[in-house]
Protein backbone atom coordinates (compact mmCIF):
# COMPACT_ATOMS: atom_id res chain seq x y z
CA UNK A 1 0.00 0.00 0.00
CA UNK A 2 0.71 3.51 -0.94
CA UNK A 3 1.83 5.87 1.97
CA UNK A 4 1.07 9.40 1.93
CA UNK A 5 2.27 12.23 4.39
CA UNK A 6 -0.53 14.67 4.88
CA UNK A 7 0.53 18.17 6.18
CA UNK A 8 -2.39 20.06 6.25
CA UNK A 9 -4.84 18.63 8.90
CA UNK A 10 -8.20 17.34 7.55
CA UNK A 11 -11.35 19.67 8.41
CA UNK A 12 -14.72 17.65 7.56
CA UNK A 13 -17.44 20.33 6.59
CA UNK A 14 -20.29 21.24 9.55
CA UNK A 15 -23.14 23.20 10.15
CA UNK A 16 -21.89 26.82 10.01
CA UNK A 17 -18.82 26.22 7.44
CA UNK A 18 -18.07 29.55 6.78
CA UNK A 19 -14.29 28.94 5.19
CA UNK A 20 -14.51 27.91 1.35
CA UNK A 21 -15.30 24.87 0.45
CA UNK A 22 -12.41 22.63 -0.94
CA UNK A 23 -13.34 19.99 -3.55
CA UNK A 24 -11.03 17.80 -5.03
CA UNK A 25 -11.64 16.85 -8.83
CA UNK A 26 -9.16 13.60 -10.19
CA UNK A 27 -10.08 13.56 -14.27
CA UNK A 28 -7.73 11.48 -16.39
CA UNK A 29 -6.07 12.97 -19.65
CA UNK A 30 -9.18 13.68 -22.13
CA UNK A 31 -11.74 14.03 -20.09
CA UNK A 32 -12.35 17.86 -21.57
CA UNK A 33 -16.06 17.63 -21.60
CA UNK A 34 -16.36 16.45 -18.31
CA UNK A 35 -14.11 18.73 -16.99
CA UNK A 36 -16.04 21.49 -18.61
CA UNK A 37 -19.61 20.07 -17.19
CA UNK A 38 -18.29 19.90 -13.42
CA UNK A 39 -17.60 23.44 -13.94
CA UNK A 40 -20.68 24.64 -14.98
CA UNK A 41 -22.42 22.83 -12.01
CA UNK A 42 -20.22 23.45 -9.46
CA UNK A 43 -20.72 27.21 -10.96
CA UNK A 44 -24.26 27.23 -11.32
CA UNK A 45 -25.04 25.43 -8.40
CA UNK A 46 -22.90 27.04 -5.56
CA UNK A 47 -22.37 29.76 -6.69
CA UNK A 48 -25.36 31.18 -8.82
CA UNK A 49 -27.38 28.63 -7.08
CA UNK A 50 -30.34 29.38 -4.45
CA UNK A 51 -27.70 29.52 -1.57
CA UNK A 52 -24.53 31.16 -2.62
CA UNK A 53 -21.51 28.87 -0.98
CA UNK A 54 -18.05 29.82 -1.65
CA UNK A 55 -15.84 27.22 -2.85
CA UNK A 56 -12.22 26.26 -4.70
CA UNK A 57 -11.75 23.98 -6.60
CA UNK A 58 -9.01 21.53 -7.29
CA UNK A 59 -7.89 19.70 -9.74
CA UNK A 60 -5.39 16.73 -10.49
CA UNK A 61 -5.59 15.08 -13.44
CA UNK A 62 -3.52 11.45 -14.31
CA UNK A 63 -2.17 10.54 -17.22
CA UNK A 64 -2.74 6.90 -16.68
CA UNK A 65 -5.42 4.65 -14.96
CA UNK A 66 -2.65 3.55 -12.40
CA UNK A 67 -3.03 3.55 -8.89
CA UNK A 68 0.64 5.16 -8.59
CA UNK A 69 -0.71 7.91 -10.44
CA UNK A 70 -3.80 8.19 -7.99
CA UNK A 71 -2.08 7.99 -4.90
CA UNK A 72 0.09 11.37 -5.81
CA UNK A 73 -3.24 13.14 -7.20
CA UNK A 74 -5.19 12.32 -3.72
CA UNK A 75 -2.12 13.00 -1.67
CA UNK A 76 -1.87 16.45 -3.20
CA UNK A 77 -5.39 17.09 -3.26
CA UNK A 78 -5.39 16.35 0.65
CA UNK A 79 -1.80 18.39 1.04
CA UNK A 80 -4.41 21.31 -0.41
CA UNK A 81 -7.31 20.41 2.06
CA UNK A 82 -9.96 19.15 0.38
CA UNK A 83 -13.08 18.03 2.06
CA UNK A 84 -14.35 15.89 -0.69
CA UNK A 85 -13.25 14.16 -3.97
CA UNK A 86 -15.19 13.58 -7.20
CA UNK A 87 -12.80 11.04 -8.77
CA UNK A 88 -14.02 8.00 -11.22
CA UNK A 89 -12.81 4.34 -10.57
CA UNK A 90 -11.88 1.68 -11.53
CA UNK A 91 -10.27 -1.71 -10.10
CA UNK A 92 -6.76 -1.11 -10.61
CA UNK A 93 -7.36 1.72 -8.21
CA UNK A 94 -10.52 1.71 -6.32
CA UNK A 95 -9.04 0.12 -3.34
CA UNK A 96 -6.69 2.88 -3.02
CA UNK A 97 -9.29 5.32 -3.48
CA UNK A 98 -11.56 3.61 -0.99
CA UNK A 99 -8.50 3.35 1.60
CA UNK A 100 -7.78 6.98 1.49
CA UNK A 101 -11.52 7.54 1.97
CA UNK A 102 -12.19 5.73 5.05
CA UNK A 103 -8.76 6.17 6.76
CA UNK A 104 -9.51 10.53 6.48
CA UNK A 105 -13.43 10.30 7.06
CA UNK A 106 -13.65 11.61 3.89
CA UNK A 107 -16.55 11.82 1.23
CA UNK A 108 -15.98 10.43 -2.63
CA UNK A 109 -18.62 11.18 -5.39
CA UNK A 110 -17.79 8.97 -8.37
CA UNK A 111 -19.73 8.78 -11.61
CA UNK A 112 -19.15 5.12 -11.78
CA UNK A 113 -18.46 3.67 -8.11
CA UNK A 114 -17.31 -0.05 -8.49
CA UNK A 115 -19.60 -2.82 -7.74
CA UNK A 116 -17.45 -4.78 -5.17
CA UNK A 117 -18.15 -8.01 -2.94
CA UNK A 118 -18.61 -7.72 0.85
CA UNK A 119 -15.44 -9.03 2.01
CA UNK A 120 -14.93 -8.53 6.10
CA UNK A 121 -11.17 -9.79 5.18
CA UNK A 122 -10.68 -6.57 3.15
CA UNK A 123 -12.36 -3.69 4.17
CA UNK A 124 -10.71 -1.38 1.75
CA UNK A 125 -12.71 -2.40 -0.98
CA UNK A 126 -15.53 -1.08 0.20
CA UNK A 127 -15.75 3.00 1.11
CA UNK A 128 -17.62 3.87 3.91
CA UNK A 129 -18.15 7.35 2.12
CA UNK A 130 -18.02 6.99 -1.46
CA UNK A 131 -21.55 7.37 -3.52
CA UNK A 132 -21.96 6.65 -7.41
CA UNK A 133 -24.22 7.48 -9.42
CA UNK A 134 -24.20 4.49 -12.39
CA UNK A 135 -27.42 2.46 -11.39
CA UNK A 136 -26.05 -0.93 -9.95
CA UNK A 137 -28.07 -3.53 -13.14
CA UNK A 138 -27.53 -7.15 -10.91
CA UNK A 139 -31.10 -7.28 -9.70
CA UNK A 140 -32.56 -5.86 -12.88
CA UNK A 141 -30.65 -8.68 -14.94
CA UNK A 142 -31.61 -11.52 -13.04
CA UNK A 143 -35.27 -10.24 -13.37
CA UNK A 144 -34.54 -10.34 -17.15
CA UNK A 145 -32.95 -13.95 -16.78
CA UNK A 146 -36.06 -14.69 -15.27
CA UNK A 147 -38.34 -13.57 -17.68
CA UNK A 148 -36.18 -15.05 -20.56
CA UNK A 149 -36.03 -18.60 -19.00
CA UNK A 150 -32.56 -18.48 -18.99
CA UNK A 151 -31.03 -21.30 -16.75
CA UNK A 152 -27.61 -21.89 -18.78
CA UNK A 153 -25.60 -18.88 -18.64
CA UNK A 154 -21.84 -17.35 -20.47
CA UNK A 155 -20.47 -14.74 -18.42
CA UNK A 156 -17.70 -12.33 -20.49
CA UNK A 157 -15.92 -9.72 -18.42
CA UNK A 158 -13.37 -7.06 -18.40
CA UNK A 159 -12.27 -5.97 -14.80
CA UNK A 160 -10.70 -8.00 -12.06
CA UNK A 161 -13.74 -8.04 -10.20
CA UNK A 162 -15.97 -10.30 -12.59
CA UNK A 163 -15.49 -13.64 -10.53
CA UNK A 164 -16.60 -11.63 -7.41
CA UNK A 165 -19.75 -10.28 -8.57
CA UNK A 166 -20.96 -13.71 -10.89
CA UNK A 167 -20.64 -14.90 -7.60
CA UNK A 168 -23.14 -12.39 -6.31
CA UNK A 169 -25.65 -12.77 -9.64
CA UNK A 170 -25.75 -16.69 -8.53
CA UNK A 171 -26.07 -16.12 -4.85
CA UNK A 172 -29.02 -14.05 -4.90
CA UNK A 173 -30.75 -15.48 -7.57
CA UNK A 174 -29.95 -19.63 -7.73
CA UNK A 175 -32.72 -20.61 -5.37
CA UNK A 176 -35.19 -19.40 -8.13
CA UNK A 177 -33.52 -19.80 -11.07
CA UNK A 178 -31.23 -22.75 -10.83
CA UNK A 179 -28.48 -21.15 -12.77
CA UNK A 180 -25.86 -22.83 -14.33
CA UNK A 181 -22.15 -21.68 -15.73
CA UNK A 182 -20.84 -23.13 -18.72
CA UNK A 183 -18.04 -20.63 -20.32
CA UNK A 184 -16.52 -17.56 -18.53
CA UNK A 185 -13.63 -15.59 -19.38
CA UNK A 186 -12.30 -12.28 -19.04
CA UNK A 187 -11.52 -10.16 -22.11
CA UNK A 188 -9.36 -7.01 -23.04
CA UNK A 189 -10.62 -6.74 -26.97
CA UNK A 190 -13.49 -7.42 -29.20
CA UNK A 191 -11.61 -10.25 -31.26
CA UNK A 192 -10.60 -12.50 -27.55
CA UNK A 193 -14.70 -12.32 -27.10
CA UNK A 194 -15.53 -13.58 -30.16
CA UNK A 195 -12.84 -16.19 -30.73
CA UNK A 196 -14.35 -17.68 -26.78
CA UNK A 197 -17.93 -17.69 -27.87
CA UNK A 198 -16.72 -19.31 -31.76
CA UNK A 199 -14.98 -22.02 -29.31
CA UNK A 200 -17.92 -22.92 -27.34
CA UNK A 201 -19.95 -23.20 -30.78
CA UNK A 202 -19.18 -26.43 -31.61
CA UNK A 203 -20.48 -28.35 -35.22
CA UNK A 204 -23.41 -29.76 -35.69
CA UNK A 205 -24.68 -28.38 -32.27
CA UNK A 206 -27.86 -26.67 -31.92
CA UNK A 207 -27.28 -25.55 -28.66
CA UNK A 208 -28.57 -21.72 -27.58
CA UNK A 209 -25.54 -19.29 -25.72
CA UNK A 210 -26.93 -16.81 -22.92
CA UNK A 211 -24.17 -14.50 -23.02
CA UNK A 212 -23.66 -11.93 -20.13
CA UNK A 213 -21.20 -9.08 -21.34
CA UNK A 214 -20.36 -7.57 -18.53
CA UNK A 215 -17.91 -4.95 -19.83
CA UNK A 216 -18.08 -1.19 -20.49
CA UNK A 217 -20.21 -0.17 -22.93
CA UNK A 218 -17.70 0.38 -25.71
CA UNK A 219 -16.11 -2.87 -25.38
CA UNK A 220 -19.86 -4.72 -25.51
CA UNK A 221 -20.57 -2.68 -29.11
CA UNK A 222 -16.75 -3.93 -30.72
CA UNK A 223 -17.81 -7.31 -29.40
CA UNK A 224 -21.20 -7.23 -31.23
CA UNK A 225 -19.99 -5.53 -34.37
CA UNK A 226 -17.36 -8.26 -34.38
CA UNK A 227 -19.51 -11.13 -33.85
CA UNK A 228 -22.29 -9.95 -36.28
CA UNK A 229 -19.20 -9.75 -39.04
CA UNK A 230 -17.44 -13.31 -37.94
CA UNK A 231 -18.52 -15.77 -40.57
CA UNK A 232 -17.17 -18.57 -38.04
CA UNK A 233 -20.26 -17.86 -35.76
CA UNK A 234 -23.84 -18.73 -36.14
CA UNK A 235 -25.72 -15.60 -34.66
CA UNK A 236 -28.75 -17.28 -34.31
CA UNK A 237 -27.54 -19.65 -31.62
CA UNK A 238 -26.39 -16.66 -29.46
CA UNK A 239 -28.36 -14.39 -27.18
CA UNK A 240 -26.80 -11.22 -25.39
CA UNK A 241 -27.57 -9.34 -22.37
CA UNK A 242 -25.51 -6.15 -21.46
CA UNK A 243 -24.64 -5.18 -17.94
CA UNK A 244 -23.77 -1.58 -18.34
CA UNK A 245 -26.35 1.03 -19.11
CA UNK A 246 -26.07 2.62 -22.41
CA UNK A 247 -27.50 6.03 -24.26
CA UNK A 248 -30.13 5.56 -27.09
CA UNK A 249 -27.42 6.45 -29.64
CA UNK A 250 -25.96 3.02 -28.84
CA UNK A 251 -28.64 1.37 -29.88
CA UNK A 252 -29.66 3.89 -33.10
CA UNK A 253 -25.77 4.25 -34.73
CA UNK A 254 -24.00 1.38 -34.54
CA UNK A 255 -25.96 -1.95 -36.89
CA UNK A 256 -25.81 -5.51 -35.23
CA UNK A 257 -28.03 -7.16 -37.81
CA UNK A 258 -30.42 -9.99 -36.47
CA UNK A 259 -28.37 -10.31 -32.99
CA UNK A 260 -31.15 -10.97 -30.24
CA UNK A 261 -29.40 -8.17 -27.49
CA UNK A 262 -31.17 -6.99 -24.46
CA UNK A 263 -29.87 -3.90 -22.41
CA UNK A 264 -30.78 -1.27 -20.52
CA UNK A 265 -30.93 2.54 -21.30
CA UNK A 266 -29.49 5.09 -18.92
CA UNK A 267 -31.87 7.92 -19.37
CA UNK A 268 -35.16 7.68 -21.38
CA UNK A 269 -35.25 9.80 -24.27
CA UNK A 270 -38.05 11.31 -23.28
CA UNK A 271 -36.49 13.05 -19.51
CA UNK A 272 -38.16 16.30 -19.52
CA UNK A 273 -34.95 17.31 -17.23
CA UNK A 274 -32.46 16.15 -19.92
CA UNK A 275 -34.43 18.35 -22.76
CA UNK A 276 -33.43 21.38 -20.62
CA UNK A 277 -29.86 20.67 -20.22
CA UNK A 278 -29.67 20.17 -23.52
CA UNK A 279 -29.16 23.29 -25.23
CA UNK A 280 -26.57 24.65 -22.76
CA UNK A 281 -24.34 21.35 -22.89
CA UNK A 282 -23.98 22.25 -26.60
CA UNK A 283 -23.39 26.60 -25.88
CA UNK A 284 -20.97 25.35 -23.37
CA UNK A 285 -19.12 22.33 -25.52
CA UNK A 286 -19.62 23.81 -29.02
CA UNK A 287 -20.09 20.14 -30.08
CA UNK A 288 -23.61 18.33 -31.67
CA UNK A 289 -23.59 14.47 -32.98
CA UNK A 290 -25.66 14.01 -35.82
CA UNK A 291 -28.77 14.26 -34.31
CA UNK A 292 -28.58 17.28 -33.06
CA UNK A 293 -28.17 16.34 -29.68
CA UNK A 294 -24.55 17.21 -27.73
CA UNK A 295 -21.82 14.43 -28.18
CA UNK A 296 -21.40 13.12 -25.05
CA UNK A 297 -20.45 9.77 -23.83
CA UNK A 298 -22.17 8.13 -20.56
CA UNK A 299 -19.88 9.09 -18.67
CA UNK A 300 -19.95 12.31 -19.30
CA UNK A 301 -24.03 12.17 -18.56
CA UNK A 302 -22.32 10.27 -14.83
CA UNK A 303 -20.01 13.47 -14.26
CA UNK A 304 -23.17 16.15 -14.70
CA UNK A 305 -24.92 14.09 -11.83
CA UNK A 306 -21.93 13.39 -9.40
CA UNK A 307 -21.02 17.02 -9.49
CA UNK A 308 -25.05 18.25 -9.04
CA UNK A 309 -25.21 15.54 -6.18
CA UNK A 310 -21.91 16.82 -4.68
CA UNK A 311 -23.22 20.26 -4.76
CA UNK A 312 -26.30 19.07 -2.80
CA UNK A 313 -24.50 17.49 -0.65
CA UNK A 314 -22.56 20.59 0.46
CA UNK A 315 -25.59 22.69 0.55
CA UNK A 316 -27.05 20.30 3.50
CA UNK A 317 -23.47 20.58 5.30
CA UNK A 318 -23.31 24.01 5.18
CA UNK A 319 -26.65 25.12 5.67
Same mark, same amino acid.
Given at each position: ?46 ? *? ?60 ? $? ?46 ? !? ?83 ? $? ?25 ? !?? *? ?19 ? !? ?10 ? !? ?14
Amino acid at each position: MFTCLVLITFVGLTTGYQEDVRIGVILREGDGAAEKIIDNVLWRMLS *NGPQQIPYISIKEKTPEEDAFYYHRAICRLLNKGVSIILSPTDASYFPLLASYSNEYNMSLV $SPELMETPDDPKAPDLTSRYAVGIRPSTTRAMLDLIRDLRWQELVYIY !DDIYGPEKLQVMFRVGYAALHLKLIGITRVKTASEAVEFLQNLDKPGSHRTFNVILDTKSSLARDILQLHVHHTGVRKKNYNFLL $SEPTLEKFWTLHEFGALKITGFLALPP !DY *NRLKNEKEEWIKLLGNRSPNG !DPDLSILDYYYH !DAALFLTKAVWAFVS
